[in-house]
C-alpha cells in the first residue's frame, strides 16, 4: 500500500535495511510470482520472475503486452507485495504511463508536488524546484498550466515531479508512450543526457525495443503472460547512441528474436 500522504506518481518502497542490498540503490527480485484474483478466476500475472539492478544502472523490460510489466514495477516501488519469491529495492519513486499533472497548478507547483508532500511550503517547493526547471528547458513555462503545455513539456514536467522526489530508483512506465515519433525521439535523448548529470537507477518499462536499446545498460525480455526473465541483453554501447549504428541495430534485432517477434 502507499505510504500517507504520498501521490501514486512518487510511491517509495518501504526502506529495507542496508545489508539486503549489495549499495545504495540496488534492486533485487528474485524468483517472484503473482497472482490477481478477479471474478473470471484467479488471473497469474508473474511466475518466477527475476531480475536485479546496482546502483546507478538503466535497466530496461520490454515484453508482449499484459505480461505482468506495470504489476512489476508496483512490486518494486512497493505498492504490492509478491505471492512467492523476494524484492528487495532502495526507496523508489515511480513514473506511471500518462503525465497525471494536476491541470489547476502550474507547471512548477506540479513539479514541486513531491516536496510538498513531504511538507515544504509552497514557496519553498517552488524555490527548489526553480532551478531544475531551467535545467530542464522550461523556464519560461513555469506558471503555464498543464493544458497549454506540449507533450512533450508535461512529460519533462512528469519526470521533473519524480526526481524531486528524491529516491534513488526511479521507475518509468512507458513515460513516452503516448508521444509522436519525432517528440518520442526527442524525449529519450533528453532522458539519456538528464540522466548523464543526475545518474539514478532506473528501471524503464517499454514496448519499444530500439528505445530500450538507445537508453539502457541491459535489457530484461519478459515472457507472455505469466511473465518471466527469458533473455537479458548486456549493452556496452558508449553513449549517446545512433539508432543506425551496426551494433545498435544488432542488439535491437536480437531483443526482438528473443520476444519471438518476425525479423
Do not use: Y
Request: charged content about 25%; overall charge neutral; aromatic content about 4%.
Amino acid at each position: 500500500m502507499p505510504a500517507k500522504g504520498a501521490t501514486s506518481e512518487m510511491i517509495e518502497a518501504p526502506p529495507k535495511e542496508p545489508r539486503e542490498l549489495k549499495a545504495e540503490g540496488s534492486v533485487l527480485v528474485e524468483l517472484v510470482s503473482r497472482t490477481f484474483q478477479t471474478k473470471r478466476g484467479p488471473i497469474q500475472a508473474l511466475a518466477g520472475m527475476s531480475l536485479r539492478a546496482d546502483a546507478h544502472d538503466i535497466v530496461a523490460v520490454v515484453g508482449p503486452s499484459g505480461c505482468g510489466k506495470s504489476t512489476l514495477l508496483e512490486l518494486i516501488c512497493g505498492l504490492q507485495a509478491p505471492d512467492s519469491g523476494t524484492v528487495r529495492a532502495a526507496p523508489a519513486a515511480l513514473m506511471p504511463q500518462r503525465d497525471l499533472l494536476l491541470p489547476w497548478l502550474s507547471a512548477i507547483d506540479n513539479a514541486g508536488l513531491a516536496l510538498r508532500a513531504r511538507g515544504a511550503s509552497r514557496d519553498e517547493a517552488r524555490k527548489t524546484a526553480a532551478p531544475w526547471l531551467e535545467r530542464f528547458g522550461l523556464t519560461q513555462f513555469g506558471h503555464t498550466r498543464p493544458g497549454e503545455l506540449s507533450g512533450g513539456m508535461r512529460q519533462r514536467v512528469s519526470f521533473l515531479r519524480t526526481l524531486l522526489a528524491g529516491k534513488p530508483v526511479l521507475a518509468l512506465d512507458e513515460p513516452f508512450a503516448a508521444l509522436d515519433a519525432i517528440t518520442r525521439q526527442e524525449m529519450q535523448g533528453w532522458l539519456a543526457h538528464v540522466l548523464v548529470s543526475e545518474p539514478r537507477t532506473v528501471i524503464l518499462v517499454t514496448h519499444d525495443v530500439e528505445e530500450a536499446v538507445m537508453l539502457a545498460d541491459r535489457v530484461v525480455v519478459m515472457s507472455a503472460r505469466p511473465g518471466r526473465t527469458i533473455s537479458e541483453i548486456d549493452i556496452s554501447l558508449p553513449k549517446p547512441r545512433r539508432r543506425t549504428d551496426a551494433h545498435v541495430v544488432e542488439l535491437r534485432e536480437r531483443a526482438l528474436a528473443a520476444l519471438g517477434a518476425d525479423t
